[in-house]
């Protein structure tokens, strides 16, 4: 459960004050696949970060599973980032001097929730997303496809109840586009929480609500209807 | 692999920026090797003069005042030299207040000896009045030195106790063989006067080059202070007694040997102080500008949980590890200079050399090692301060630019 | 046999190693009164009983002679070098070849007793420094082996 309470986020630029989010109220349901929509600086990259404990808001609440987010100090924040959020990014983030396998095993290095062995869930983790036969290749080795499976992969090795993703599918074809959403509708059907912020609206319909983003202020999106691709 | 280690995480971090790596090491080699050579050097050259003296077991030395450098080399560095002086000097020094004893030693430098190929330093004593080398063979031989029999110096080593060695022409057998000292007593060979003499009159039928020594001919006096005597005083006195002679303390050859050290030690120190100076700020720059390089990879960390002490630590573990790399590499080369070029050093400064024991070298290995490891951290410091701090979606996106 | 292209540049290093070895005590660092033309038997010194006496460091002069030349023979036979146990086995007797460089003067055939002799001030320093170099060159043969290969 992800709970906002006008959250606000302004940044100074020597042009004057920028409102990035505005008086922010939104409030996410365990287990639900929401989309944040919006055009590109319309504040949802802003509101997906505030969320994941990656940006401090300029004043007001997020409450993440019963937990006051930036009330925290930088130890349990940290651990809340490890072991209950899992994000994924538009660049896939693997380290260049980590194998897939290693990789996906890192997290368990700063935050270690889950009590298998690291190696064989990374292992089982890699084989659900199709990379099993990938584990010690490097990540100049893999496609834009893989990469892009391999950091799914490596956000749901703490075993978090959120999922967060900016943008996963902006730099994919069309093809790859629908696998990767297709991947993410899984894991939300595992019961997983998954927020999504992306600027394509045809994604709409593989998420279970939609919100839209315009100049910081967030609305829902009422009558989402649409065929799955 | 079960788990992927802490040190695992560091060295692969560690292997991909070799260029860093590299430049970092080697400084921290630089500055260690030479900071150790100049440290060994002078402990070395102090240990030495201090055995050497001790070995001699004379408060002062009196030459004649045209030789005092012959007989400052002849201690110092083993160059061998032949004088004399006159014996009357000896009943002008017992007069002189502070003098308990006196004694004298004559000075002859051999052509070639039958062990080595360079000339060799002969040190006839006076048996009766000597006080310098009789304690030694009281105490390791437990006999005075008996006819034709010789004490060699630790270098002098070709040849055994009990087997003979012939200089000019005359058979010697090797009494004794003195602990080394670093100094020209180890290639010095001590012998009685009255076989000295002996031997230089033989000389003239069998050497190649005969020798001129007759008896009563001196080299050089070894005084021997009253307790509580000021050697200073007694320095000035014996010099306003006897103005054809110099005195040689030992104050006087550990100046002289300071001296001779001096530029090398300086030029050591001045060397590891510009690169300390020049590339400190320099690793510090560019450990900033290989944090500023990773903000991505640490927004990544901080993504998946990190917490900041861990950016922090694993950061400043990655300097520490360079600085202990490259403090190693020095050590190991300064060890390795010191030991192979041993003789070209002294013999090339003129400075006598004699490791001091293992604990004092540890010592000094000890301090100067963990002073440079401290000097890495320092220099990440600030780096990893900044990293730690950063905020992470900030360094996420800065990464992505 | 068959030529390897990859292995010229460590054969020719490991061939001027050897000639150094072979040449250096005669030379530029030269043991205890090594004579030239006039004087081609220099290897021994005349006491002052007018005795020729031969030295320790003449022997390693001329031992390190076949050190260099055998460390030469194994440079040119790596031009020829192609597969991966033939690079190890030849690094190998390079760096024994570097261990044999440093044994002579330190252990077998020393050198004279006196620090201030040039056998001591030159020779040995030299030898020591090339066979640590001869050591280390092959160690990073092996290492490398794979890029080396045919």
Same mark, same amino acid.
């Given at each position: 459960?992800?709970?906002?309470?006008?959250?606000?986020?302004?940044?100074?630029?020597?042009?004057?004050?920028?409102?990035?989010?505005? $008086?922010?109220?939104?409030?996410?349901?365990?287990?639900?696949?929401?989309?944040?929509?919006?055009?590109?600086?319309?504040?949802? =990259?802003?509101?997906?970060?505030?969320?994941?404990?990656?940006?401090?808001?300029? =004043?007001?609440?997020?409450?993440?599973?019963?937990?006051?987010?930036?009330?925290?100090?930088?130890?349990?924040?940290?651990?809340?980032?490890? =072991?209950?959020?899992?994000?994924?990014? $538009?660049?896939?983030?693997?380290?260049?001097?980590?194998?897939?396998?290693?990789?996906?095993?890192?997290?368990?290095?700063?935050c270690s929730k889950v009590e298998e062995d690291p190696s064989e869930r990374a292992t089982i983790l890699l084989q659900t997303v199709g990379l099993g036969d990938k584990l010690d290749s490097f990540p100049n080795q893999l496609s834009g496809g893989e990469l892009k499976r391999a950091a799914i992969a490596r956000s749901l090795m703490n075993n978090p109840s959120i999922i967060l993703a900016d943008e996963p599918t902006g730099d994919l074809d069309?093809?790859?586009?629908?696998?990767?959403?297709?991947?993410?509708?899984?894991?939300?059907?595992?019961?997983?929480?998954?927020?999504?912020?992306?600027?394509? $609206?045809? +994604?709409?319909?593989?998420?279970?609500?939609?919100?839209?983003?315009?100049?910081?202020?967030?609305?829902?999106e009422e009558g989402q209807k649409c065929e799955r691709i | 692999?079960?788990?992927?280690?802490?040190? /695992?995480?560091?060295?692969?971090?560690?292997?991909?920026?070799?260029?860093?790596? &590299? !430049?970092?090491?080697?400084?921290?080699?630089?500055?260690?090797?030479?900071?150790?050579?100049?440290?060994?050097?002078?402990?070395?050259?102090?240990?030495?003069?201090?055995?050497?003296?001790?070995?001699?077991?004379?408060?002062?030395?009196?030459?004649? /005042?045209?030789?005092?450098?012959?007989?400052?080399?002849?201690?110092?560095?083993?160059?061998?030299?032949?004088?004399?002086?006159?014996?009357?000097?000896?009943?002008?020094? /017992?007069?002189?207040?502070?003098? /308990?004893?006196?004694?004298?030693?004559?000075?002859?430098?051999?052509?070639?000896?039958s062990c080595c190929a360079l000339p060799t330093q002969l040190i006839a004593f006076n048996s009766t009045m000597d006080f310098t080398v009789t304690p030694w063979l009281d105490q390791e031989l437990g006999r005075p030195l008996e006819k034709d029999e010789v004490i060699l110096g630790y270098q002098i080593k070709g040849t055994d106790v009990g087997q003979p060695i012939i200089f000019y022409g005359h058979q010697f057998k090797v009494a004794g063989i003195l602990q080394p000292t670093g100094t020209g007593v180890d290639q010095s060979v001590f012998v009685r006067d009255s076989d000295a003499i002996v031997m230089a009159r033989e000389s003239v039928k069998v050497a190649w080059q005969p020798i001129e020594m007759n008896p009563g001919q001196i080299s050089a006096i070894l005084v021997q202070l009253e307790p509580g005597a000021d050697v200073q005083q007694v320095s000035a006195d014996i010099a306003a007694a006897a103005p054809e002679v110099s005195v040689i303390t030992s104050n006087h050859l550990a100046r002289k040997i300071d001296a001779q050290l001096a530029s090398t030690v300086g030029a050591l120190y001045l060397t590891a102080g510009a690169v300390t100076l020049i590339s400190l700020p320099l690793i510090a720059t560019v450990s900033t500008l290989v944090v500023n390089e990773r903000r991505r990879e640490i927004g990544l960390y901080r993504m998946m949980g990190a917490k900041k002490g861990f950016v922090f630590n694993?950061?400043?573990?990655?300097?520490?590890?360079?600085?202990?790399?490259?403090?190693?590499?020095?050590? &190991?080369?300064?060890? !390795?200079?010191?030991?192979?070029?041993?003789?070209?050093?002294?013999?090339?400064?003129?400075?006598?050399? +004699?490791?001091?024991g293992?604990?004092?070298?540890?010592?000094?290995?000890?301090?100067?090692?963990?002073?440079?490891?401290?000097?890495?951290?320092?220099?990440?410091?600030?780096? !990893?301060?900044?990293?730690?701090?950063?905020?992470?979606?900030?360094?996420?996106?800065?990464?992505?630019? | 046999m068959e030529f390897s292209k990859?292995?010229?540049i460590p054969a020719i290093v490991l061939m001027l190693l050897g000639v150094l070895v072979a040449v250096g005590p005669w030379t530029f660092a030269p043991v205890c009164e090594v004579h030239t033309a006039e004087n081609p038997n220099g290897l021994w010194v005349i006491t002052a009983a007018n005795k020729t006496l031969p030295m320790p460091c003449g022997y390693t002069a001329r031992a390190e002679i076949g050190i260099g030349a055998a460390t030469v023979?194994?440079?040119?036979?790596?031009?020829?070098?192609?597969?991966?146990?033939?690079?190890?086995?030849?690094?190998?007797?390079? !760096?024994?070849?570097?261990?044999?460089?440093?044994?002579?003067?330190?252990?077998?055939?020393?050198?004279?007793?006196?620090s201030s002799h040039t056998c001591n001030t030159l020779t040995a320093p030299f030898l020591w420094v090339m066979g640590i170099v001869l050591i280390l060159f092959g160690a990073a043969l092996i290492v490398y082996r794979k890029k080396l290969m045919k």
């Open positions: 459960m992800i709970e906002t309470n006008e959250v606000m986020k302004t940044y100074e630029t020597l042009s004057g004050r920028i409102t990035a989010l505005d $008086q922010a109220n939104i409030s996410i349901k365990d287990g639900e696949f929401v989309l944040i929509v919006g055009r590109s600086g319309s504040g949802k =990259s802003t509101l997906l970060s505030i969320l994941g404990g990656l940006t401090r808001p300029s =004043s007001g609440k997020v409450m993440l599973n019963g937990k006051d987010l930036w009330a925290m100090n930088d130890e349990d924040l940290s651990e809340v980032r490890g =072991s209950e959020l899992g994000f994924v990014f $538009q660049f896939p983030g693997l380290l260049p001097t980590l194998n897939t396998l290693e990789n996906v095993m890192l997290p368990t290095m700063f069309v093809n790859t586009e629908k696998e990767i959403m297709d991947m993410f509708c899984r894991i939300n059907k595992l019961g997983k929480t998954v927020v999504m912020v992306t600027h394509n $609206q045809d +994604l709409a319909c593989f998420a279970s609500r939609v919100l839209s983003m315009e100049r910081g202020i967030v609305s829902e | 692999m079960a788990k992927l280690s802490y040190g /695992q995480f560091l060295w692969r971090n560690l292997k991909r920026r070799s260029f860093r790596n &590299v !430049a970092t090491v080697l400084t921290f080699a630089v500055v260690v090797c030479s900071v150790l050579i100049a440290s060994f050097l002078t402990e070395g050259t102090s240990n030495s003069t201090r055995a050497g003296m001790t070995r001699l077991g004379a408060d002062l030395l009196v030459v004649p /005042q045209e030789y005092a450098s012959n007989a400052d080399a002849i201690i110092i560095t083993g160059k061998p030299s032949t004088f004399f002086m006159n014996t009357t000097e000896m009943t002008k020094l /017992q007069a002189v207040p502070g003098v /308990q004893r006196v004694a004298p030693q004559t000075f002859i430098a051999t052509l070639s000896a694993a950061l400043l573990a990655e300097a520490l590890i360079l600085a202990m790399v490259g403090a190693l590499i020095g050590l &190991v080369s300064a060890a !390795a200079i010191v030991i192979i070029f041993n003789n070209t050093i002294t013999v090339s400064l003129g400075i006598p050399f +004699l490791w001091p293992l604990d004092a070298v540890l010592l000094q290995t000890w301090w100067v090692m963990l002073l440079t490891v401290l000097l890495g951290a320092l220099s990440a410091l600030y780096p !990893a301060m900044m990293a730690a701090r950063s905020d992470p979606y900030e360094s996420i996106r800065a990464g992505q630019k | 990859k292995m010229v023979i194994v440079g040119g036979m790596m031009l020829f070098a192609t597969a991966i146990g033939s690079i190890i086995s030849l690094a190998a007797v390079g !760096a024994m070849m570097g261990g044999a460089t440093i044994a002579l003067p330190a252990a077998l055939t020393k050198t004279c007793a006196l």
